[in-house]
T-cell receptor
């Protein structure tokens, strides 16, 4: 069974540009989560999508946005990039089940974004 | 506020010795607790979780964790450490209900196993 996949593996942008990151969940999973892992910091929750809808959002500005497609894959868009957006962006998926607490999140390898 | 804490940034253990990576939590209601491991330049891998039942949870790669409700702890343990266990370990707790549900991660503990 294929795991969570993310593309690209690395992305280099300049300040002010836009970045688009992609994630494909494990087959059968309807929930997709996005996290930011900046150097020296832990994982910060960004967004949660389930069944095509945004379910919850972390404490990030509106220039961080995304969407989930009918096949449950997801995009994370970061507009007006800033230097401090440089980080590893991790995607995770789980069985949706209306946010059931016991559901495990399975992570992809991440996209490393570098903003120059 | 609901939170999870990993009090040690780094843990150093000799190969073959037992290891413990500490985690404490503060949540309302019953906690749903997880441990993940992150190897260099990789995503997080699920190790184990506590939902309910037996306080000793067994997971992948020989790891186990003990849930202690009175001490609000969920320490990760392994009887005999391997050099290949060297990685970054995250404790996490699931909080909230339904659409307000999310996982809160600890700050991570870097485990270093010396030969």
């Amino acid at each position: 069974e294929a795991g969570v996949t993310q593309s690209p593996t690395h992305l280099i942008k300049t300040r002010g540009q836009q970045a688009t990151l992609r994630c494909s969940p494990i087959s059968g999973h309807t929930s997709v989560y996005w996290y930011q892992q900046a150097l020296g910091l832990g994982l910060q929750f960004l967004l949660w999508y389930d069944e095509g809808e945004e379910r919850n959002r972390g404490n990030f500005p509106p220039r961080f946005s995304g969407r989930q497609f009918p096949n449950y894959s997801s995009e994370l868009n970061v507009n007006a990039l800033e230097l401090e957006d440089s980080a590893l962006y991790l995607c995770a998926s789980s069985l949706g089940l209306a946010g059931a607490k016991q559901e495990t999140q399975y992570f992809g390898p991440g996209t490393r974004l570098l903003v120059l | 506020a609901q939170s999870v804490a990993q009090p040690e940034d780094q843990v150093n253990v000799a190969e073959g010795n037992p290891l413990t990576v500490k985690c404490t939590y503060s949540v309302s209601g019953n906690p749903y607790l997880f441990w993940y491991v992150q190897y260099p330049n990789r995503g997080l891998q699920f190790l184990l979780k506590y939902i309910t039942g037996d306080n000793l949870v067994k997971g992948s790669y020989g790891f186990e964790a003990e849930f202690n409700k009175s001490q609000t702890s969920f320490h990760l343990k392994k009887p005999s450490a391997l050099v290949s266990d060297s990685a970054l370990y995250f404790c996490a707790v699931r909080v909230g209900y339904s659409s307000a549900s999310k996982i809160i991660f600890g700050s991570g503990t870097r485990l270093s196993i010396r030969p």
